[in-house]
């Protein structure tokens, strides 16, 4: 952290968006993590991300968890929206709040500790509910706040900062976010922005349950040899299937590809996804060949990353439960409670 | 791109604006945190060392350093920050008030003569004259005189000063502060002022065998008006200069009520002042050139603008009208700047009527110019073909050895903070040549970079970024100013309102230095950076990087700060210094200490054991 406020002042080119703030307009508090962490990459990521899509920030809702990652959310959109919930409550909390007013943009912001131990049948079922929100899990592989155990997403045989190796298999999230059919399941890395601002844009505009697992590395605890987190162990593993360029409707796309080397996938809102392919084979609409693809690389020692898999039709929450158009909030107390003689024709109904 | 080489003095030289721009190279940043601490002796000598006239610099410096400061770019695109005036817009963006900061440090100081170098008990035996005893010659005096050379000045005027003193009006400049600046020189001792003493030959000066001669004898000749009637109405037309020395030295103590002062510089806006004071109650500034072309320094033009006197533009002088000898006004053409396919400026008749302005008095302030009327053409000593000396652009010594030009008299016409300049280097090349060096052998100034990192965080500047704006020095009333010659006009900051203005200081002497070999690119620097400074990129040509910066360039006369490719990606690190604010958050927030903040301080090489060869020791 730093004692000092950073200044107001700005660089002289800084420009409003659509909505009418800058980039600057999109911040938070200072961050009081250590110094270099990863976690503030990814807050300078979504700054950006809503930035570039024009957000009103007061049109979303922030909500996290315990931890350190779970902090974020102070250092990244002050004038949103925001609950700090209970250890690993942050995804049950979204859904009521989702339930309650579906207009808001939902950022569920968590950590490995926060989704993969304590709230790992949280995510799961949050998941699996299909809750529309952009699931983003800070992953670091380690307890930082309580100075460097290993935590459930930790390789095993990783080597933890005092020297001891880590006897446990690691909670793959992206499997389980695959498994239970995410909408939208990302992998990226904090250290390279180029690829998770897109992604970051991309898992906004998803209409269902997007889930994000961004590699962190914490400096302080998980940056050393030995660690499979770590800024150079991620750099060396990293393998990229593909990345996100531009997302249309904004700008034109100007440079040039070869042939079969770009997809366009037309979302649901009517945006389009341009993809530059890396890995030549990757289908990420396919959802079983992207769960074997990320098992089989995994398998080798390769960290996947990139957009691995868009369902092709999105749904969420309100559309499984068949909920009114109107949110859920903005109901006045006759159609919430429509009288006795509605309750008598469903009694009479059902008898 | 090249990774920049920051061992290169210059390097870092030039991210301190003000400092590169000064021609002495002031550290300014060092003195305005020593103010900020109330240190206002300590910060009266860092300029004393480097600008030898401090209190006086600090009323009259044309300060080349304040539209260089950095200060000025950074408000310009920060609208918000800046007082709202008339529909919207915000205040003009301004640079910290480096000069009125000077004279802070210069009215408050304690006694400094216990700081001020003294001259050995035994002389080197070498004899120096200095011809003109004016900020140039002074300076030579200063930086010669406790190296154990005897100086000797001679001056025309019954006292030393030159310029500051004949033609600076007093109420910019109050004899107090001169009599005090001039006496720390002379204070040295081996100082020998022969007041009052015009030298009529070089030739009889070199005669008389000093070592080396030093001409600072400034431009003492004002250019002069041709126009009917100039000999007729002479009576009544003075030029400008000649009038200023004689009004400083009492000889001159009132004018006619109608004034006209001719030109557009700081002689003129002096002059109009000086009019205005002595009896002038409708005086006036009329130019050739449109306002914003005139020469003077814009706070001059305000400052006159703000006593009541109005400029008019685009009159060329035609004719002076007089009754039998007695002037009683002059004939202007009218004229319209226009504009050529090259955007060259001409200024072509309008055709309109000529302007008939009455007048009692005339000031001629249209330049000055050298005249070397008392050096003879036989002694070896060049003149070029417009009557100029022959003076080395590096040494300033003539083609005649022993002889050297600085101030005004060396390149024509510039002001005090030049001199001062020349004076340095003209005692660098005479301490080398009597020690038998080669002149243009001149060592690089010595340069220190230090850490100021004191711990995790804290730093030993104050790294906090004030949104203050420019503050105003407060004036005397015009009552008494408008009266009296000798009552200055502007009273300086109080401690107060100085301290403010040290806080809107960015200290770009407190240097942004990247280690590569430490970044493991977390981009923590990146993400704070208020400034968007940084960017981690492949590398690339200069132009092609500047494309690919955080923010875009808006000044690609700033340096760009390249890294050797990082460890890991083989990216390089590019920091663009334009608007950096030296905050220090780059470094706070790096976990490995690439970045840290170190101050350099750079001292210019002086007369001395500093400027020759190291002297072999005995075994």
């Known amino acids: ?351 | 791109m090249k990774p920049t080489e920051i061992s290169n003095p210059d390097y870092f030289h030039k991210v301190v604006d003000c400092q590169w721009a000064c021609p002495a190279h002031t550290p300014v940043p060092e003195y305005i945190r020593l103010i900020a601490a109330g240190r206002y002796s300590a910060a009266y000598m860092v300029n004393w060392q480097s600008n030898v006239f401090p209190g006086i610099l600090g009323r009259t410096c044309d300060r080349p350093c304040e539209p260089a400061c950095r200060r000025g770019r950074v408000e310009e695109g920060n609208v918000e920050i800046r007082k709202p005036v008339a529909h919207g817009e915000g205040s003009q963006p301004e640079p910290v008030a480096i000069c009125r900061l000077k004279r802070v440090a210069a009215d408050n100081k304690d006694d400094i003569t216990a700081l001020l170098p003294k001259a050995p008990t035994k002389s080197n035996g070498k004899r120096i004259a200095c011809i003109g005893a004016g900020p140039a010659s002074l300076t030579v005096a200063r930086d010669l005189a406790p190296l154990g050379y005897s100086i000797t000045l001679f001056e025309s005027d019954p006292k030393a000063g030159g310029f500051m003193r004949t033609q600076v009006p007093r109420f910019r400049l109050p004899e107090a502060v001169i009599d005090e600046e001039v006496g720390f020189i002379t204070g040295i001792g081996n100082i020998e002022l022969r007041a009052g003493q015009r030298v009529e030959s070089l030739k009889h000066i070199l005669d008389q065998g000093y070592d080396a001669v030093v001409v600072g004898t400034g431009a003492p000749r004002g250019r002069d008006l041709e126009a009917p009637g100039r000999t007729e109405a002479a009576k009544h037309i003075h030029i400008g200069i000649d009038w200023l020395s004689s009004v400083s030295f009492g000889h001159i103590t009132s004018i006619g009520k109608r004034v006209i002062v001719l030109g557009g510089g700081n002689t003129a806006m002096d002059c109009c002042r000086s009019a205005k004071r002595l009896g002038g109650e409708d005086v006036k500034v009329i130019v050739r050139s449109g306002y914003d072309e005139m020469k003077a320094s814009p706070w001059e033009k305000e400052d006159a603008i703000e006593e009541g006197i109005p400029f008019l533009n685009y009159l060329v002088p035609k004719s002076f009208n007089h009754n039998n000898g007695q002037l009683v006004g002059m004939y202007f053409e009218k004229v319209a700047a226009v504009y050529d396919d090259k955007g060259r400026r001409s200024l072509k008749p309008t055709g309109e009527p000529d302007v008939y302005v009455e007048c009692d008095d005339v000031l001629v302030a249209i330049g000055q110019e050298n005249a070397f009327p008392w050096i003879e053409r036989d002694i070896g000593l060049e003149f070029d073909q417009w009557g100029m000396p022959v003076v080395d652009q590096v040494t300033f010594q003539s083609t005649h050895p022993k002889v050297f030009f600085g101030g005004d008299a060396a390149f024509g016409p510039k002001n005090i903070i030049w001199a001062v300049a020349h004076g340095h280097e003209c005692a660098v090349s005479i301490d080398k040549m009597l020690n038998q060096e080669e002149l243009h052998d001149r060592p690089q100034p010595a340069v220190n970079v230090i850490s100021q990192k004191m711990g995790i965080h804290e730093w030993s500047y104050d790294n906090d970024i004030s949104a203050t704006l420019r503050q105003k020095v407060p004036w005397q009333d015009q009552k008494l100013t408008l009266k009296n010659i000798k009552v200055e006009v502007e009273l300086g900051f109080d401690a107060k309102t100085a301290y403010a203005e040290t806080q809107r200081c960015l200290n770009c002497d407190v240097q942004t230095v990247f280690t590569p070999r430490l970044c493991i690119e977390c981009d923590a620097c990146v993400d704070i950076c208020p400034m968007d400074c940084i960017t981690f990129t492949p590398d690339a040509e200069e132009t092609e990087l500047r494309q690919q910066l955080t923010a875009p360039t808006l000044h690609p006369d700033q340096d760009l700060y390249i890294s050797q490719p990082l460890r890991m990606t083989g990216r390089i690190m590019a920091k663009d210094e334009d608007v950096c604010l030296h905050c220090g958050l780059c470094a706070e927030r790096c976990p490995t200490g690439a970045w840290d903040m170190q101050k350099y301080f750079i001292e210019m090489t002086h007369a001395g054991s500093g400027c020759r060869k190291p002297a072999r020791r005995a075994a």
């Open chain 1, 1 to 351: 952290m730093t004692y000092l406020a950073k200044p107001k002042l700005h660089h002289p080119s800084l420009v409003k968006n659509q909505a009418g703030y800058t980039r600057r307009d999109y911040e938070g508090k200072i961050s009081t993590l250590c110094a270099g962490c990863g976690h503030d990459s990814i807050s300078a990521s979504i700054i950006q991300a809503c930035w570039e899509l024009d957000i009103q920030p007061h049109r979303v809702a922030k909500l996290s968890g315990i931890g350190c990652s779970s902090k974020t959310p102070d250092y990244f959109l002050g004038n949103s929206h925001g609950f700090n919930t209970v250890h690993g409550r942050m995804p049950s909390v979204l859904t009521g709040a989702n339930l309650a007013n579906r207009e808001l943009l939902y950022l569920g912001v968590s950590g490995d500790g926060d989704s993969a131990s304590i709230g790992l049948g949280q995510f799961a079922h949050c998941i699996r509910r299909g809750v529309n929100m952009v699931y983003i899990v800070e992953n670091n592989g380690v307890y930082g706040l309580t100075k460097g155990q290993f935590s459930a997403t930790a390789s095993k045989g990783s080597k933890s900062k005092r020297g001891v190796l880590n006897p446990d298999e690691p909670v793959d999230l992206v499997g389980m976010a695959l498994l239970l059919k995410a909408t939208f399941v990302a992998r990226a890395f904090s250290g390279d922005k180029k690829q998770l601002v897109p992604l970051i844009k991309a898992a906004i505009q998803n209409p269902g349950p997007s889930f994000i697992d961004i590699i962190s590395p914490c400096v302080a605890f998980n940056n050393h040899e030995g660690s499979t987190k770590s800024y150079d162990y991620v750099r060396e593993h990293n393998s990229a299937v593909n990345r996100l360029d531009i997302i249309e409707g904004r700008d034109e796309i100007t440079a040039d590809y070869a042939p079969g080397e770009v997809i366009n996938i037309t979302q649901h809102d009517g945006s389009v996804l341009r993809m530059r392919k890396l890995a030549p084979d990757y289908d990420p609409t396919d959802r079983i060949k992207a769960m074997n693809y990320v098992q089989e690389r995994a398998a080798e020692g390769e960290i996947v990353t990139g957009l691995l898999y868009l369902a092709p039709e999105a749904a969420d929450l309100h559309q499984y439960l068949n909920t009114v158009d109107t949110p859920l909030n903005q109901l006045g107390a006759s159609e919430l409670c429509p009288g006795t003689a509605h309750l008598e024709a469903i009694n009479a109904s059902l008898r």
